[in-house]
C-alpha cells in the first residue's frame, strides 16, 4: 500500500513538472541561497530587484585550467635555516670484566685454621685461597666466613662472591 502512495505521488509531481514547462513559465528546482516558489505571480523584473539585493562578490575566472594536473614546486627551505652539523657518536660503554662464573661447593678449615673455599667454575673444582690466580683473569684477594673477594686487574674492578653461614651442628 505504501508503495502505491509513493508512486501515485511521484507521478503527480512529474505531471505537474511537465505542464508547468509546457506554459513557459520559469520553474524552481533544488535548493539555493534564494528560490521562488511556482505559483507566486512575481514578474521578472521584481526578480532581478530582489536578486540585485543580494551581495555577492563578483566570480573572477580562472587562473589556470582546474582540470589540469599540476606539478607540486619543490619547497626551498628558509634562509634562516643553519645547516646542522654531525653529532659526535656516542661514546663506546666502559668495558666490562667477564663473569665470575663460581658457585660455592664447600669450606675447609686446615689443620692451623686457615679457611679454604671450594667452588664449581663450570666443570672444574677450584679451592680458592688468598693470593691464588684463577682462570677466567680474576685474583682471590680475601677470603672470610661470608664472602671470597676478587679483583679482576686488567681492569681494576673487584668482585665479591656470598657465602652461605656454616652449619650449626658441625663441629670438628
Known amino acids: 500500500m505504501r508503495g502505491r502512495y509513493v508512486l501515485l505521488v511521484f507521478a503527480a509531481v512529474i505531471a505537474g513538472l511537465y505542464v508547468r514547462m509546457g506554459t513557459g513559465a520559469p520553474v524552481a528546482m533544488g535548493r539555493g541561497p534564494f528560490v521562488l516558489p511556482?505559483?507566486?505571480?512575481?514578474?521578472?523584473?521584481?526578480?532581478?530587484?530582489?536578486?540585485?539585493?543580494?551581495n555577492r562578490p563578483a566570480i573572477e575566472s580562472a587562473k589556470r585550467d582546474p582540470f589540469m594536473a599540476v606539478?607540486?614546486?619543490p619547497a626551498q627551505p628558509p634562509a634562516s635555516v643553519q645547516k646542522m652539523t654531525a653529532l659526535p657518536p656516542p661514546p663506546e660503554p666502559a668495558p666490562a670484566p667477564p663473569p665470575?662464573?663460581?658457585?660455592?661447593?664447600?669450606?675447609?678449615?686446615?689443620?692451623?685454621?686457615d679457611l679454604s673455599i671450594m667452588a664449581n667454575n663450570g666443570n672444574e673444582?677450584?679451592?680458592?685461597?688468598p693470593?691464588?690466580?684463577?682462570?677466567?683473569g680474576?685474583?682471590?684477594?680475601?677470603?672470610?666466613?661470608?664472602?671470597?673477594?676478587?679483583?679482576y686487574p686488567p681492569l681494576n674492578t673487584t668482585a665479591r662472591l656470598d657465602l652461605p653461614s656454616a652449619p650449626q651442628w658441625e663441629t670438628r
Not at 511556482?38 to 543580494?54: M, Y
Open 138 to 151: 680474576y685474583r682471590v684477594d680475601a677470603v672470610n666466613d661470608q664472602a671470597v673477594l676478587l679483583s
Open 100 to 113: 665470575v662464573g663460581l658457585t660455592f661447593v664447600g669450606r675447609l678449615v686446615g689443620p692451623e685454621g
Open 131 to 136: 693470593g691464588q690466580a684463577l682462570p677466567n
Open 71 to 73: 606539478q607540486a614546486i
Open 38 to 54: 511556482l505559483n507566486t505571480g512575481v514578474t521578472t523584473t521584481a526578480t532581478a530587484e530582489i536578486l540585485s539585493e543580494i
Open 125 to 129: 673444582t677450584l679451592t680458592l685461597r
